[in-house]
């Protein structure tokens, strides 16, 4: 909850009040993809996928305001944070990974992409694209491992 503390106050002025909640809701919709394709029948709890996401997002506003996020201390953040995600057991590698690229792409949408093409709407739109494709992704992964 620090972290999100720490990272709300990072990305927050920047993006504003919507954008951030965009970000946030689409890196946990991704998470939660990712931990359903990597092992759809574990119980996971927790929101640390939409954390990993927002380090992504992070990572992208940084790398667009043309700041190393090496430098900055996110990325080495990021990098200790996924090897704890790999040498500890029941840690959802798949939550963190999948909440990682979803926040990532999410956050390319709604600051490189929206600088490029200069319409807030398109980036919006792509989110709901990505938001739809982890949900489907989710149900996918969760049906076949039902079957």
Same mark, same amino acid.
């Given at each position: 909850m620090y972290l999100l503390y720490v990272l709300g106050q990072l990305l927050e002025p920047g993006l504003g009040h919507v954008r951030f909640a965009i970000l946030y809701f689409v890196s946990l919709l991704a998470g939660s993809c990712g931990a359903l394709i990597l092992d759809p029948n574990v119980v996971t709890v927790g929101a640390s996928g939409a954390i990993f996401g927002l380090m992504g997002g992070g990572v992208v506003a940084l790398h667009a305001r043309g700041i190393d996020p090496m430098a900055s201390g996110l990325g080495? $953040? *990021? &990098? $200790?944070? $996924? @090897? &704890?995600?790999? $040498? *500890?057991? @029941?840690i959802s590698i798949g939550g963190h990974v999948g909440g990682l690229i979803g926040g990532a792409a999410c956050g390319w949408l709604l600051v490189e992409f929206r600088e490029r093409t200069r319409s807030p709407w398109l980036s919006y739109l792509g989110c709901a694209v990505l938001a739809v494709a982890a949900v489907a992704g989710g149900l996918a992964a969760a049906n076949a491992g039902l079957n």
């Open positions: 080495p $953040l *990021i &990098l $200790l944070n $996924l @090897g &704890l995600s790999f $040498l *500890i057991s @029941g």
